[in-house]
Nanobody, 125 residues
């Protein structure tokens, strides 16, 4: 499974960006898809996750109310709408997917076998 993350860029604080994660398998049916990020000099951290079939979503506390993860069935992508961006959101954002992720492991990067190449999000102050 190959994943392609896109949509990153440079935005001012308070602005918005929308990231998309596409799969080479044409559908994320039966997959959990997670968005993670890694800032310079920091460890990779969970941002949001979605179970395609059930629509269950999960968010890291610092992005709740600002970020929304959703599935786009027409495009077979999992999107991350990021609003009210802050400079501390600056990072490379990665999407990851796996079919065998239990609910409690959605925030755990070790639960995912398939990763995209990352897209850089830079938020200026």
């Amino acid at each position: 499974v190959q994943l392609q993350a896109s949509g990153g860029g440079l935005v001012q604080a308070g602005g918005s960006l929308r990231l998309s994660c596409a799969t080479s398998e044409h559908t994320f049916r039966r997959y959990v898809v997670g968005w993670f990020r890694q800032a310079l000099g920091k460890e990779r951290e969970f941002v949001a996750g979605l179970r395609w079939n059930s629509g269950f979503t999960s968010y890291e506390d610092s992005v709740k109310g600002r970020f929304t993860i959703s599935k786009n069935s027409a495009k077979n992508t999992v999107d991350l709408q990021m609003n009210s961006l802050k400079p501390e959101d600056t990072a490379v954002y990665y999407c990851a997917a796996d079919q065998n992720v239990i609910q409690s492991s959605i925030p755990d990067s070790r639960a995912y076998d398939h990763w995209g190449q990352g897209t850089l999000v830079t938020v200026s102050s």
